[in-house]
């Protein structure tokens, strides 16, 4: 059974920094993408960025336009894990996060599109304070 858990949400003010965390175990393909996504009050869910593995080497990195520049995602195969590096957060970056995964089929896919992934997470609350 696929299991993702995010980690190191909090609230921290504008101009700051967090670094979020998803473990995941049960994966046994080292072909997966691991997409990060974000839900506000009252919006819908959209993704932020997106990591592909093609044999435990990096194919793609996605990253919206809204937080390209000021978030890096990267992953650490012997950890299981991927982090979301969060730069320069801004108020409008407050929501929780989600990190999702699938099996990867095609080098290419609509990484923003949540009905696209198989596993979610449970998410984590990320606040920013102006």
């Known amino acids: 059974e696929v299991q993702l858990v995010e980690s190191g949400g909090g609230l921290v003010q504008a101009g700051g920094s967090l670094r979020l965390s998803c473990a995941a175990s049960?994966?046994?393909?080292?072909?997966?993408?691991i997409g990060w996504f974000r839900q506000a009050p009252g919006k819908e869910r959209e993704g932020v960025s997106c990591i592909s593995s093609n044999d435990g080497r990096i194919y793609y990195k996605y990253y919206a336009d809204s937080v390209k520049g000021r978030f890096t995602i990267s992953s650490d195969n012997a950890k299981n894990t991927v982090y979301l590096q969060m730069n320069s957060l801004k108020p409008e970056d407050t929501a929780v996060y989600y990190c999702?995964?699938?099996?990867?089929?095609?080098?290419?896919?609509?990484?923003?599109?949540?009905?696209?992934?198989?596993?979610w997470g449970q998410g984590t609350q990320v606040t920013v304070s102006s």
């Open positions: 049960g994966f046994t393909s080292n072909n997966y993408a």
């Open positions: 999702a995964a699938r099996t990867l089929t095609s080098a290419i896919f609509p990484w923003r599109l949540d009905q696209h992934y198989d596993y």
